[in-house]
């Protein structure tokens, strides 16, 4: 900080209070200009890296989806697989556990209810009182 101090009055020393401002302008102006070219350059620099790294992506795309198989597959022309073997069903349909009686699932057998003289019926609630009743 107290180096811009000096550079400050040095300044104005040299070029005087009438043309500091000028100066200050002029200087901010090609701050500016400077700040624009180097913002263009990166973001030229920038461009040009992700315009590459589009190119890679779409020859590594190219060559995934190339239609030529890689090498020690299946050549070109050779007959297809043979499909596989036909299921028979009449085989998988007749099983021993299904023909033995003990395995069949029976419903579930309810327990007859046992009517005693000792049960009482449940107790009524009260009638509710009217709404206009107070208790206390």
Same mark, same amino acid.
């Given at each position: 900080?107290?180096?811009l101090?000096?550079?400050?009055?040095?300044?104005?020393?040299?070029?005087?209070p009438a043309q500091l401002p000028k100066?200050?302008?002029q200087?901010g102006?090609?701050?500016g200009?400077f700040?624009?070219a180097?913002n263009e350059?990166k973001?030229?620099l920038?461009? =040009?890296?992700n315009?590459?790294e589009? !190119?890679?992506m779409q020859?590594?795309a190219k060559q995934?989806? +190339?239609l #030529?198989? $890689?090498?020690g597959?299946?050549?070109?022309?050779?007959?297809?697989?043979?499909?596989?073997?036909?299921?028979e069903?009449?085989?998988?349909?007749?099983?021993?556990?299904w =023909?033995d009686?003990d395995?069949?699932? !029976?419903p579930p057998?309810?327990?007859?209810p046992?009517s005693? +003289?000792? #049960?009482q $019926?449940p107790?009524?609630?009260?009638?509710?009182k009217?709404?206009g009743e107070?208790?206390?």
């Amino acid at each position: 900080m107290p180096e811009l101090l000096f550079i400050f009055g040095l300044a104005l020393l040299i070029f005087g209070p009438a043309q500091l401002p000028k100066l200050g302008k002029q200087l901010g102006n090609a701050l500016g200009e400077f700040k624009r070219a180097s913002n263009e350059f990166k973001n030229q620099l920038q461009d =040009e890296v992700n315009q590459l790294e589009f !190119k890679q992506m779409q020859e590594e795309a190219k060559q995934a989806i +190339s239609l #030529e198989p $890689p090498e020690g597959t299946v050549a070109k022309g050779s007959a297809p697989p043979p499909p596989p073997e036909p299921i028979e069903f009449s085989r998988l349909s007749h099983d021993p556990a299904w =023909e033995d009686p003990d395995r069949v699932i !029976k419903p579930p057998v309810k327990p007859e209810p046992t009517s005693t +003289s000792s #049960e009482q $019926p449940p107790a009524q609630p009260s009638p509710a009182k009217p709404a206009g009743e107070h208790v206390g």
